[in-house]
């Protein structure tokens, strides 16, 4: 569909070069089918850094369900939603080495728990990001401010509607998968925005030149040092 938007209407043959990785795309695929429960679809969505799409997978049999997973189904992302907490934590001053205490805490009535049903005391950021430590996301919120992490999800490219309640800082708001890999590209970016895309030219048969994709040069979303501390 996306030719369209990218060429006028035309009755002559024409090459398309996408983006895909057809090796990629045949392991992704076989990925999902393997661990999608059964009943269950899944998706999937590789990008390199420059939003080039390597493969991407919206459910088991296109066949039977024509519905992309990966680029319209809503899904609440649990933890994976961290990293906006986290920029907004870093963004606000906090280093990866400051140190936050891992305790019972309860927020406007939320009490939040670890997996692991235990408080470890003081850690470092950069600990509590790597245990996921629910808690602390919990006490980041509520210093930064829950807007705060909102509006840092939102400059990264997510557009579905992200609530400012306390547990958002644990993903409870449903978000798109594609636009979760393109906020994490775009962390990897050195924090300039990326734009995914999978269609890199359209050639005629006679090798005329339709459509070339060009790079853009990025929004800077965080300053490069809040992207290399993240």
């Known amino acids: 569909p996306q030719l369209d938007t990218l060429i006028d209407q035309t009755t002559d043959p024409i090459d398309v070069w996408t983006t895909l990785d057809p090796g990629m795309q045949?392991?992704?695929d076989k990925a999902i089918r393997a661990h999608a429960p059964d009943g269950a679809q899944g998706g999937l969505v590789s990008m390199d850094r420059d939003?080039?799409?390597?493969?991407?997978?919206?459910?088991?049999?296109?066949?039977?369900?024509?519905?992309n997973r990966a680029t319209q189904a809503e899904r609440q992302p649990g933890s994976s939603f961290k990293p906006f907490v986290y920029l907004a934590a870093l963004e606000s001053g906090?280093?990866?080495?400051?140190?936050i205490v891992d305790e019972p805490v309860t927020i406007n009535g939320w009490s939040?728990?670890?997996?692991?049903?235990?408080?470890?005391g003081p850690v470092t950021l950069?600990?509590?990001?790597?245990r996921s430590i629910n808690t602390v996301s919990a006490k980041i919120g509520a210093q930064v401010g829950f807007s705060?992490?909102?509006?840092?999800?939102?400059?990264?490219?997510?557009?579905?509607?992200?609530?400012?309640?306390?547990?958002?800082?644990l993903g409870s708001s449903?978000?798109?998968?594609?636009?979760?890999?393109?906020?994490?590209?775009?962390?990897a970016n050195n924090g300039v925005a990326v734009t995914p895309y999978g269609i890199r030219r359209v050639v005629t048969a006679?090798?005329?030149?339709?459509?070339?994709?060009?790079?853009d040069e990025g929004r800077v979303l965080v300053a490069p040092w809040v992207a290399a501390e993240m």
Do not use: C, W
């Open 112 to 120: 939040p728990r670890n997996a692991e049903r235990e408080n470890l």
């Open 148 to 169: 705060t992490i909102a509006d840092m999800a939102r400059r990264f490219g997510i557009t579905t509607p992200i609530s400012t309640y306390p547990s958002m800082v």
């Open 26 to 28: 045949v392991v992704a």
């Open 174 to 187: 449903d978000v798109r998968l594609i636009e979760m890999t393109r906020a994490f590209a775009s962390v």
């Open 51 to 67: 939003g080039a799409v390597r493969a991407m997978v919206g459910g088991k049999d296109y066949v039977s369900s024509i519905y």
């Open 94 to 99: 906090m280093k990866p080495t400051d140190t």
């Open 126 to 130: 950069r600990e509590a990001f790597s």
């Open 206 to 215: 006679d090798g005329r030149m339709l459509y070339q994709h060009d790079a």
